[in-house]
């Protein structure tokens, strides 16, 4: 007769269960190459809770021409406005200075909103302008991803809010930190 061996599982062995409810999404192979090596590196967090949303590369599939005004526009008293069009404008080439190195990105939280950064607002993130002492930065911080001031000092570096609530962080050398881009642009919808 046969002898059977039951296997017994190791403990901590197995898909480990989530609380939080996840969903299969398609995503540019860039960033999903990204996540992936992100993951290898335990660097990501099942429940991430940050300060961002949604990723967006930026790539202009399409130009659009839209009109523009040279005139200036009085944010005192009306004066009269110039009834000629100077010309067309692509936001593209006004919005997006490094196409293959620029991506968009939307936010969550209000620890920004000193510097007109707010939830909903779509950031756009430019990975090839160095970060200096000052920039509003992508930055990843064991594990999670953050919008904050990079402030440098001969011996510290620190992630600073811009609202009072929340505090600055200082990055320690036992910290996972990495710089994904320098924010350039905050588009705010007031509609």
Known sequence: MTELRIRKRKP????????????????PLPLANKLLDLKKQNKLKSDY??????????????????????SRIQAGLPSPADDLCEG??????????????????????????????FPGDMLIVDKHIPPSNG??????????????????????????????IYPDIQVSKDDEFSIWGVVTTVIHSLA
């Open 88 to 117: 067309t404008l692509d936001l593209n080439e006004y919005l997006i200075y490094n196409e293959g190195t620029t991506f968009f990105v939307r936010v969550t939280g209000e620890s920004m909103k000193k510097v007109g950064i």
């Open 12 to 27: 901590g062995a197995g898909r480990k269960p989530n609380e939080v409810p996840t969903k299969a999404v398609r995503l």
């Open 49 to 70: 809770d940050g300060e961002l949303g949604q990723f967006f590369l930026a790539k202009a599939l399409s130009s659009k021409q839209i009109p523009f005004f040279e």
């Open 135 to 164: 920039k509003i930065v992508i930055a990843g911080l064991n594990g999670e991803l953050t919008v904050k001031r990079l402030e440098k000092n001969e011996d510290s570096l620190f992630l600073c809010s811009e609202n009072d």
